[in-house]
């Protein structure tokens, strides 16, 4: 079987071009730090890369929507905190109303300074969050919590709880309808703290007089001090419920950091490169291609005409 030039030429031509193919592929490797450049180089290895990268991405994911679920309940608890002390003062203020020596201006300047508290109250329960939404309108969050009235306040929200997704399993609510926290769930019983300083204001602002005003004012303060005393109840559990809400997100970060760690551990024995191993193959491979650039280029100046 003769083997003409032509075809030697051709065949040497192949070989080189897959040696130099083979070589800048490895180059690659090297420089990207990867060992799959293109799915064709590891199918399943390039699918499993892919899965555990989507499953990376959700998991970032929930960690974004934990990272907004703290900052909402932070600031739900900053508030809570400043209505805590408001409900506190107030207890205060109604236990020395008792007090027997007061007269009705000295109960008016108690009264005057209640006003103050309750106007705070309410700037207080139409807080807004960061993103400038009312903290506790439900899911009118555009929409002021609460306007006063003469009875008190009127909640302006709804009942819904903005809630996210901050594990696979996980919704959390991230705030509580104004109505549960300042109103007990319900205008204008024992637990809504607007209508009770409005009541309150009402008593402390009415002269005492006779043995019966003085009865009344008796009475009303012992109301008005059961009643805060259940409003301040409620939003301490209220409290309570967000602090441990904050807790959940610190131990689902916690799994999540883990969980992220394991999947770019995964991920880089798929795909990362073993640079020993690619450095000794390139070193072969370029050997491998010097060597045959020589032979090729004997073959290519032989023909009959070097025999003549």
């Not at 499953?55 to 907004?68: E, L």
């Not at 005057?112 to 903290?135: F, I, M, P």
């Not at 007990?184 to 409005?198: H, M, N, R, S, Y």
């Not at 880089?268 to 650039?293: H, M, P």
């Amino acid at each position: 079987m003769r083997i003409s030039t032509q075809t030697l030429f051709e065949s040497g031509a192949t070989q080189l071009g897959t040696l130099q193919s083979d070589l800048a592929r490895t180059q690659q490797q090297i420089g990207s730090g990867r060992r799959i450049l293109n799915p064709s180089d590891d199918p399943i290895g390039a699918a499993r890369a892919l899965e555990i990268s989507q499953s990376q991405s959700i998991n970032t994911q929930f960690g974004a929507n934990r990272q907004q679920a703290m900052s909402a309940l932070t600031g739900v608890e900053a508030t809570l905190s400043g209505v805590t002390a408001l409900m506190q003062e107030v207890q205060i203020t109604i236990v020395a109303a008792g007090n027997v020596g007061l007269g009705d201006t000295e109960r008016g300047f108690q009264a005057t300074e209640l006003k103050g508290r309750l106007e705070a109250l309410l700037g207080l329960a139409n807080s807004k969050d960061a993103l400038g939404n009312y903290q506790f309108s439900g899911y009118q969050s555009n929409t002021p919590a609460f306007v006063q009235t003469a009875t008190g306040a009127s909640y302006q929200g709804d009942m819904g709880q903005q809630a996210l997704q901050v594990e696979a399993t996980r919704q959390m609510a991230v705030g509580n309808p104004g109505q549960s926290v300042f109103q007990g769930g319900a205008p204008g019983g024992a637990a809504d703290t607007f209508k009770t300083l409005t009541d309150l204001i009402t008593l402390l602002n009415t002269p005492v007089v006779t043995p019966a005003d003085k009865a009344n004012l008796d009475a009303g303060l012992a109301t008005a001090g059961n009643n805060m005393k259940q409003s301040l109840d409620n939003v301490l559990t209220i409290r309570a419920s967000v602090g441990s809400r904050l807790q959940e997100i610190d131990a689902l970060n916690e799994f999540g950091t883990d969980r992220s760690l394991q999947y770019t551990q995964l991920l880089s024995e798929i795909q990362d490169l073993d640079y020993t191993d690619a450095l000794t193959k390139l070193s072969q491979q370029q050997f491998t291609f010097e060597a045959a650039q020589r032979s090729f280029s004997i073959i290519s100046k032989l023909s009959l005409f070097s025999f003549m």
